[in-house]
DNA sequence: TATCAGTATTCATTTTAAAACATACTGAAT
DNA sequence: ATTCAGTATGTTTTAAAATGAATACTGATA
């Protein structure tokens, strides 16, 4: 028996935009926390994020998706909060049946790695 | 016409090893261009990259492959150098053949993207 | 019209990682 | 035994990124 080690393969999936990197797993945490939580101050609670970060985050979203995955709601009963979009919605069911198919597949086309 | 952006999907692979993120693509271009200049100092030089960094990338790799990737060689006419074991030529083959398998079959699966 | 919690925004501070610097070691060749 | 270029390694500087603190704004509700 000699000294075989385990290796496995690791995939990491994002969306490109003109501009860069628009839409990767970090962004749809957020997203999904903002549904929980019905406000980005909560969902950068939950993450452990900075307010500001996250903030950011869904700006820069809602300027280079074609429509906005956030909707921001200002003021009013409980100050306001916000919430998903249907393009929201979307992006996240788009982004993990994406993810979930290569990643599928990365495995399958993966084995016996020896380094 | 609408306005209708233009989305990819982007794709890193790595390969993972028990303590961790163990060979992807920084890795590799490391290992061609000691392969191309026959020292870790040129190749850093290359990739203007500290060469404190690109040696330090070389240990972790050699100590963490079954066997070690690349060969150093210390003293001597020009001071030493380094080149690459069969094991290093392999894991650059094998590592571009997984990554286009898989960058390929993601292009092919993705299509109309649309946020 | 005062309250309230969340959004919006700027600025200072901290944390982190990367790069730069410095210095010792190696061994073939002269 | 000196030179030389690359390896080996610790320490210091710098730069970038994340965080934290502070402040103004919003608008439904009581």
Redesign the pocket.
Known sequence: MSNVKKYSIEVRVWIEETEGAFLGIGKIWLLEN?RKT???????KEM??????A??L??EMNQRAESPLVE???????????RLTEAGERAITTFYELEKRIKDFAEKETQNLKF
């Open positions: 903002i019905g406000s980005i101050t909560n969902a950068a452990k994020m900075a307010y500001r970060q903030w950011q869904v700006e921001k709601l200002l003021g009013g009963k409980g100050g306001g909060g916000a």
